[in-house]
């Protein structure tokens, strides 16, 4: 069992920053593929980053790429998204989950365990 809590998120104007943490309880965390999604309203939820069990591999949605950046320490069971040059069309909550399997993937469906979200607005 994974439990994941996410923190971070906020109210930031376009061209701004913010680092969303992911704190994993359970001791299979670096076991654990990870990754972030979002949702915005009326819309469903989407793919924004993955990183691999070691930290090596990373995976980004096309829109997010050169600004946003997964990572995660192992030691302190947590996973980081750093959102750089933020647009209004980042604005979702975003959700943190943990993948038990080998691959990373990008389909939400295959990640067991979730967060209960953290907002991020991002203001014109």
């Known amino acids: 069992q994974v439990q994941l809590v996410e923190s971070g998120g906020g109210l930031v104007q376009t061209g701004g920053s913010l680092r969303l943490s992911c704190a994993a309880s359970?001791?299979?965390?670096?076991?654990?593929?990870m990754g972030w999604f979002r949702q915005a309203p009326g819309k469903e939820r989407e793919f924004v980053a993955a990183?691999?069990?070691?930290?090596?591999?990373?995976y980004y949605k096309d829109s997010v790429k050169g600004r946003f950046t997964i990572s995660r320490d192992n030691a302190k069971n947590t996973v980081y998204l750093q959102m750089n040059s933020l647009k209004p069309e980042d604005t979702a909550i975003y959700y943190c989950?943990?993948?038990?399997?080998?691959?990373?993937?990008?389909?939400?469906?295959?990640?067991?365990?979730w967060g209960q979200g953290t907002q991020v607005t991002v203001s014109s």
């Open positions: 990183i691999s069990r070691s930290g090596l591999g990373t």
């Open positions: 359970g001791r299979t965390f670096s076991r654990a593929v």
């Open positions: 989950a943990a993948d038990d399997g080998l691959v990373v993937t990008t389909t939400a469906d295959q990640y067991n365990y």
